[in-house]
């Protein structure tokens, strides 16, 4: 049994079996192909292994589907739109599923704002990640501003005279100086009115009491007189 002379298949470190001299009932041992994890399909044999024929899932080159394949065959595209999930600016690739490296001159189109985003414009996202200041203010933009700067610098002092209650001190102030003024109005008012009538009782009083001493002095003679007649 030692010593058997007969040839072994290629690569065969098994012990002559003894009954067919020269063939070998054990496994393939041959190394297997990259990404091939599936044994041969063959026993110990000379030659090549056979090329794997067990069917496999694939993901396509987009990943977005999921192909049924031979093992080790190329992969296939599938028919998406949209085919690369992303590219370096976040937007996806526009090109059906395609197995070499994505086209990073991205085409979609990007709305752009002006910096104080009055002004707005569509360039493709290449353009706009490769040049600086593509939408600048113009001078419309400029006066805005002004304008607005204008109205924050008074709506600023307001807000710090009211921060600081000047606000309200300057408002109570106005209203004690116009109360004031309001009192010394109707104390003046007051004053007229009171001295006029002042000057018109004496000069409507001496009539009335002359009328009145007339009255009563009639009063008193017609009384008179009828006393004289009963
Ligand atoms: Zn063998
Ligand atoms: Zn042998
Ligand atoms: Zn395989
Ligand atoms: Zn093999
Ligand atoms: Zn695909
Ligand atoms: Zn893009
Ligand atoms: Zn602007």
């Not at 080790?72 to 085919?83: A, D």
């Not at 001295?195 to 008193?220: E, S």
Request: glycine share 6%.
């Amino acid at each position: 049994e030692e010593g058997c002379s007969k040839l072994r298949p290629d690569g065969c470190t098994h012990p002559c079996a003894g009954r067919e001299c020269g063939q070998c009932e054990e496994g393939c041992s041959k190394l297997r192909p990259d990404g091939c994890t599936h044994p041969c399909a063959l026993p110990c044999h000379h030659g090549n292994c056979p090329p794997c024929r067990l069917m496999v899932r694939q993901r396509c080159h987009c990943k977005i589907s999921s192909l049924y394949i031979e093992c080790l065959s190329v992969v296939g595209i599938c028919n998406w739109l949209y085919g690369y999930v992303q590219l370096g600016c976040g937007h996806r690739c526009k090109l059906l599923c395609h197995p070499d490296e994505c086209d990073q001159s991205c085409s979609q189109r990007v709305k752009l704002k002006c910096p104080c985003k009055r002004i707005k414009k569509e360039f493709p996202c290449s353009r706009v990640r490769s040049e600086m200041d593509l939408v600048v203010c113009d001078e419309t933009c400029r006066q805005l501003q002004k304008k607005h700067a204008e109205v924050t610098h008074t709506h600023t002092l307001v807000h710090i005279l009211h921060e600081h209650k000047l606000f309200a001190e300057l408002e109570a102030f106005e209203k004690r100086q116009k109360g004031r003024r309001k009192k010394n109005r109707k104390v003046t008012e007051v004053e007229t009115e009171e001295g006029v009538w002042h000057r018109y009782k004496l000069r409507l009083l001496m009539p009335i009491c002359g009328i009145l001493l007339a009255v009563a002095a009639f009063l008193m003679y017609v009384t008179d007189v009828l006393r004289v007649v009963d």
